[in-house]
Structures are given as C-alpha cells and as structure tokens.
C-alpha cells in the first residue's frame, strides 16, 4: 500500500516541491510499466514512512514528465535522486535492497 506521505511531482512542480524542498528530498523516477520500479516501491513506501519529518519523498512518473528526468540524465528505471539544498546528492540506479538505500540516504539527514 503506497505511503501517504509521498508527493507525486510533475515538470511543473519539481522546482517548488524538490529544489526548494527544506528538507532533503528523495525523488523516485518510475513507470508502471517498470517491473523493478514495483520491486523498490514499497522500500520507498516505508522510508517515506519512517523518515517523516526528516525527509520528503516524490515519486514522478517518466512517461507522463519527460522534462526532468531527462535534464538529471536518467536513463534507467528505477532510479532515485537524493536532493539536497537544491543539488543531486546520491543517485541510486536499479532496485536496491532497503539497506543499501538507507545507508546512501543516512548521512543527509
């Protein structure tokens, strides 16, 4: 079950809800289409959960937001960018166990 903690973003509003973000910001660059995507999904579910207040958590699907995606040069799915102040700080490619997401994402919070 998705988190409701998880914003979903579009081009239009990835500079307000990412970039100007205050706190660190994990954007998850999906597609439903995406088999591994549906793998890392609920890893994403529960660190949205458990990071509340620590970190935001937005998801944007690529095959309706070609813009972003293409300007942060993402060419495989899943791939997750940590944001922080405005700047890519970890990039995260394929799904991953929750550990080795965890421990990319620990040292910005």
Known sequence: MASDKIVTITDETFQSEVLEAELPTLVDFWAVWCGPCRQVAPVVDALADEYDGKLKVAKMDIDHHKG?????????????????????????????????????????L
Do not use: D, M, N
């Not at 293409?70 to 997750?80: A, H, V």
């Open 68 to 108: 972003t995606p293409q300007k942060y040069g993402i060419r495989s799915i899943p791939t997750l960018l940590l944001f922080k102040g405005g700047e890519v700080k970890e990039t995260i490619v394929g799904a991953q166990p929750r550990s080795r997401i965890e421990a990319k994402l620990t040292p910005h």
